[in-house]
């Protein structure tokens, strides 16, 4: 397993996660040329899958655990608008048009917006948030994400007093989606938050990974991760954020009520009702890896633990 520094490395030995590193220390040693990069006319305005993305790494959020592989990260996926299978996502995406691109911030707000993708990256600066993200179906993921806090962009919005929840709506485009076909879900997808929850610094808003935007497997050109929750919770290709004072109900609450709740917080006392949520398979680390045991909240109890006082979290599931 160890191998002695004087050996030299091999080309077949250089990972993806070691390219990565490397251009990362790139980005973070000339973040001046890549602003100036990105300033260049031709450059800005078009954000195709796998460009370039100029970050600083976050402040408060770098896991100290080693990111799951940038192969395994875009090979391995849930993106049931693309087939059930994990790799169909990678392999049956390949005709999803990601420009032009608006997402549209409405409902119980001062000021409705239609962003593009432009002004999504200019709102606030980029961060890399090295993320633990925990599927329902028991397996992880450390994943380096690029992107910034949700509320940055909710703000801009200027949310009403009466707004109390945040209903996220995804891409349902059934020439180059050949998922909708399926009946699995009711399209498009669905997801939401309480406001508080969706206005917590940890929601990110990402546009990228591996110092990358985000490939269309990952939900190009613009998703939201919600570390705490299982990874249902996090909607991809994001085409319309809505303010509501009720409830909405999401994808997976409509099509199984009793195994999918609204809150999705990773619990690992509350099991499925068909699988335990006490471990967790972390992806990459091979066969005979021995699993995991799931921490309550993701790992980010400290961070949140709060937003839910005084609920039992067994009836809120
Ligand atoms: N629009 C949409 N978003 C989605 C899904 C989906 O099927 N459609 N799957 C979810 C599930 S179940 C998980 S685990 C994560 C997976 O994200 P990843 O493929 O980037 O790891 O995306 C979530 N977001
Ligand atoms: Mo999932």
Known sequence: MFKSRSQPIQSSEIT????????????????????LAAGLPGLAQAVPVGQALSFNPSQR???????????????????????????DPSRQSGQFKTEPWTVQVDGLVHKPLTLDMDQILKLAPLEERIYRLRCVEAWSMVVPWVGYS??????????????????????????????????????PYVEALRLDEAMHPLTLLATGLYGKSLPVQNGAPVRLIVPWKYGFKSAKSLVRITLTDTMPESSWMKVAPHEYG?????????????????????????????????????????????????MDLRRYY
């Open 16 to 35: 993806d996660e070691s390219v990565w590193r490397a251009r990362r220390r790139l980005f973070l040693q000339a973040p001046g040329a890549l602003a």
């Open 61 to 87: 959020w770098k896991l100290d655990e080693t990111p799951t592989s940038e192969a395994d990260v875009t090979t391995y996926n849930n993106f049931y608008e693309f087939g059930t299978g994990k790799e």
């Open 150 to 187: 949700l509320s940055a962009l909710l703000k801009q919005a200027s949310p009403m007093g009466s707004a109390r929840f945040v209903r996220f709506e995804t891409a349902a485009e059934p020439e180059t989606m050949p998922g909708l076909r399926s009946r699995i879900l009711d399209w």
């Open 262 to 310: 609204f809150y999705a917080n990773v619990n690992p006392d509350v099991p499925h009702p068909r699988w335990s949520q006490a471990t967790e398979r972390v992806i990459g680390s091979g066969f005979f890896a021995t699993k995991k045991a799931t921490l309550p909240f993701n790992g980010y109890a400290e961070d949140v633990a709060s937003l839910y006082a005084n």
